[in-house]
């Protein structure tokens, strides 16, 4: 593994299902971040973690959860997935030890909910 | 509420010179990023400022003026391969990055 992965590429999914969107990084980096992009639309943070064990919410986490049990991985769940929620998915880390730092992506999770 | 503008579409011929500008308002300030996305693509990391002025870094250029509430990316000698979205980002005094919706750069022979 170099950087970041992302599991799975794309995915159609029917409304009302359970879906675990995998990220797993191997630079150490203590921070970790979930955005959705959609067209027109920049980049918006859906839940962040700053080290292992902390999650925090971003500016749309409604319908996601997260968890950061170790460093490496920071998996985002849809627990019952609605058409709304249908986007590119981006997963991203950063050293993060003073706050600031350029942030490393991984290639995206296509989302599409039926 | 946090704002960050940067035009959506911009045309430009191969070994020309572009500036795509980003305003921006948020609560806080500790830096602004440029980043570069082609198209199906992760975005990537392109310049960092956060005091005032012009960061070079090959054909790529970044400027800030903080007491504006601005900055530009200036592309030099364009080439093809410079046709991608180019994203401005700003850092908020919680250290979360504040997006813009990105612009989209074509080049033309």
């Known amino acids: 593994i170099a950087g970041i992965t992302q599991a799975p590429t794309s995915q159609i999914l029917a409304a009302g299902r359970r879906m675990t969107l995998r990220c797993t990084q191997d630079?150490?980096?203590?921070?970790m971040y979930w955005y959705r992009q959609d067209l027109g639309l920049g980049l918006r943070l859906i839940h962040y973690?700053?080290?292992?064990?902390?999650?925090g919410k971003g500016e749309v986490p409604d319908g996601y959860s997260v968890s950061r049990a170790n460093t490496d991985d920071f998996p985002l769940t849809l627990a019952s997935a609605v058409p709304s929620q249908t986007s590119v998915y981006f997963c991203a880390s950063s050293d993060g030890t003073s706050g600031i730092g350029e942030q490393f992506f991984g290639p995206g999770t296509r989302l599409t909910v039926l | 509420g946090q704002n960050i503008d940067q035009p959506t579409e911009m045309t430009a011929t191969e070994g020309a010179i572009v500036q795509i500008n980003c305003t921006y308002q948020t609560s806080g300030f500790n830096g602004l990023f440029w980043y570069q996305q082609h198209a199906g693509e992760a975005p990537t990391f392109l310049s960092y400022n956060v005091l005032d002025g012009l960061e070079e870094k090959g054909r790529f250029s970044s400027f800030l003026s903080r007491s504006k509430g601005y900055s530009y990316l200036l592309l030099k000698e364009l080439q093809m391969k410079d046709s991608a979205s180019y994203l401005c980002?700003?850092?908020?005094?919680?250290?979360?990055?504040?997006w813009g919706a990105g612009t989209k750069l074509i080049i033309k022979p």
């Open positions: 630079m150490r980096h203590n921070a």
């Open positions: 980002a700003v850092m908020d005094s919680n250290y979360q990055l504040i």
């Open positions: 973690s700053n080290t292992a064990g902390t999650t």
